[in-house]
């Protein structure tokens, strides 16, 4: 049964920071990882798609990797801005169902 | 840009009553999704839904709920008779085939289910 875990549960940094979300996953016979934010109350916004076969994406300040064999994925933030503040959820799956992680909660201060 | 669009954004029912929420998928998509979110916890997968039936299932999605798409545009998720459990945020999604396999799967902005 995959069960995906993400950490650190919060983060706070000041603008322009560069930072690093994790996750991590049990199945490796993972068939895809997406990447959401989700801001109070609100739906979920896909970030990024990383496919089976593919190691890693980027859009504009995002980029987000994928190590099957260690189980992990990491979603990097280049120059943080105080509009990225929300939760950010890591979620894979073996096929169409998506499993999510708890996510990450990140606030950029001014 | 094409969007999921779920109606109604906030619904309030007693408890034993029937709900039908309602999902408009993005129109080239061929898989759909219900998930749900109880206030605090993790995003949880119900269903997903292609080819006019259910592909896969969660132990969540129960006998007391059903799927249905009536009509080329719709997508609906019941729950026969609600419990004060099933209080909750409930996404819908849908995702295209690509030639990699399942793209990005598109959530809508919920509705938020409160069951008295």
């Known amino acids: 049964k995959q069960e995906v875990t993400q950490i650190p549960a919060a983060l706070s940094v000041p603008e322009g920071e560069n930072l690093v979300l994790n996750c991590s996953f049990t199945?490796?016979?993972?068939?895809?990882l997406q990447w959401f934010r989700q801001d109070p109350g609100k739906g979920l916004t896909s970030l990024l798609l990383?496919?089976?076969?593919?190691r890693e994406q980027t859009s504009g300040r995002l980029n987000a990797s994928l190590d099957k064999s260690s189980g992990r994925s990491t979603l990097y933030i280049a120059a943080s801005q105080p509009g990225d503040s929300a939760t950010y959820l890591c979620?894979?799956?073996?096929?169409?169902?998506?499993?999510f992680g708890k996510g990450t909660k990140l606030t950029v201060n001014p | 840009e094409p969007e999921v669009t779920q109606t109604p954004s906030h619904q309030v029912t007693q408890m034993g009553q029937e709900v039908i929420l309602r999902c408009v998928p993005i129109?080239?998509?061929?898989?759909f999704y219900w998930y749900r979110q109880i206030l605090g916890q993790k995003v949880e997968f119900l269903v997903s839904?292609?080819?006019?039936?259910?592909?896969?299932k969660s132990e969540i999605f129960d006998d007391q709920f059903s799927v249905e798409r009536p009509d080329g545009s719709n997508f609906t998720l019941k729950i026969r008779s609600t419990k004060l459990e099933d209080s909750a945020m409930y996404f819908c999604?849908?995702?295209?085939?690509?030639?990699?396999?399942?793209?990005?799967?598109?959530f809508g902005p919920g509705t938020r289910l409160l069951v008295l």
């Open positions: 999604a849908s995702s295209e085939l690509l030639a990699g396999g399942l793209g990005t799967q598109y």
């Open positions: 199945d490796s016979a993972i068939y895809n």
């Open positions: 990383i496919q089976s076969s593919q």
């Open positions: 979620a894979g799956g073996g096929s169409e169902k998506l499993v």
């Open positions: 129109s080239n998509h061929l898989y």
């Open positions: 839904f292609y080819n006019n039936e259910i592909s896969e």
